[in-house]
């Protein structure tokens, strides 16, 4: 059986520590603020702000990351019932909305390669070790998914946001090219940041 053709982004999956061990689903829980003007999608980054709530975090060199969102539950404003969704909508009003949040130090994250916007691209066994950019693209309302994925493009530049730890072999190319990677955090985790908010 072959494996599935990787036809665009979906974000950051938490799949493994660092040491080897599967990621068992281990989330915590943060607030997010009422009327928050910014939809967080599943496997989006997320960052802690003043106030101790979460906010989604971009893809970049001055990222600052606690975790990966990976969904939230609130009371509807509209039905008065708890509601539980794959991403937080964008302003909605509510006092009790909490994320579930990945965020272990040490996470390894399943990403897609893309040499540009959402279009895939891959790696070669040459880039494993070195630093990538991450690709900010908008997630789905209609999946709840985030399509966050990492660029094609590695080196060794210190503010690039990840590190690539290894490939996804499964997805080998007929170039020889892999069109995953597993990656870790390279900036700062605002647990092991000795600066605090």
Same mark, same amino acid.
């Given at each position: 059986?072959?494996?599935?053709?990787? =036809?665009? *982004?979906?974000?950051?999956?938490? /799949?493994?520590?660092? %040491?080897?061990?599967?990621?068992?689903?281990?989330?915590?829980?943060?607030?997010? $603020?009422?009327?928050?003007?910014?939809?967080?999608? &599943?496997? =989006?980054?997320?960052?802690?702000?003043?106030?101790?709530?979460?906010?989604?975090?971009?893809?970049? +060199? $001055?990222?600052?990351?606690?975790g990966v969102f990976l969904g939230c539950a609130f009371t509807d404003p509209s039905t008065s019932q708890k509601t539980f !969704?794959?991403?937080?909508?964008?302003? #909605?009003?509510?006092?009790?909305?909490?994320?579930?949040?990945?965020?272990?130090?040490?996470?390894?994250?399943?990403?897609? /390669? /893309? %040499?540009?916007?959402t279009t895939i691209g891959d790696f070669a066994i040459t880039d494993i070790g070195a630093n990538v950019a991450g690709v900010d693209n908008t997630g789905s309302t209609v999946t709840g998914n985030s399509k966050?994925?990492?660029? =094609?493009? %590695?080196?060794?530049?210190?503010?690039? *946001?990840?590190?690539?730890? $290894?490939?996804?072999?499964?997805? !080998?190319?007929?170039?020889?090219?892999? #069109?995953? +990677?597993?990656? !870790?955090? &390279?900036?700062?985790?605002?647990? =092991?940041?000795?600066?605090?908010?």
């Amino acid at each position: 059986m072959a494996y599935p053709t990787i =036809d665009g *982004p979906y974000g950051l999956v938490p /799949v493994k520590l660092l %040491s080897g061990t599967p990621f068992a689903g281990v989330t915590r829980q943060y607030s997010i $603020a009422s009327n928050y003007g910014t939809n967080i999608f &599943n496997g =989006d980054a997320v960052q802690l702000v003043t106030g101790g709530t979460v906010e989604r975090d971009t893809f970049d +060199a $001055a990222m600052t990351p606690i975790g990966v969102f990976l969904g939230c539950a609130f009371t509807d404003p509209s039905t008065s019932q708890k509601t539980f !969704k794959q991403y937080y909508p964008a302003s #909605t009003v509510a006092s009790d909305i909490v994320a579930y949040v990945a965020d272990a130090t040490d996470l390894l994250f399943k990403v897609a /390669v /893309v %040499s540009s916007g959402t279009t895939i691209g891959d790696f070669a066994i040459t880039d494993i070790g070195a630093n990538v950019a991450g690709v900010d693209n908008t997630g789905s309302t209609v999946t709840g998914n985030s399509k966050c994925a990492v660029s =094609d493009t %590695s080196a060794t530049t210190n503010t690039l *946001p990840f590190r690539i730890v $290894a490939l996804v072999e499964e997805t !080998k190319n007929s170039s020889g090219g892999f #069109t995953e +990677a597993y990656v !870790k955090w &390279n900036a700062g985790h605002m647990f =092991d940041n000795t600066t605090g908010i």
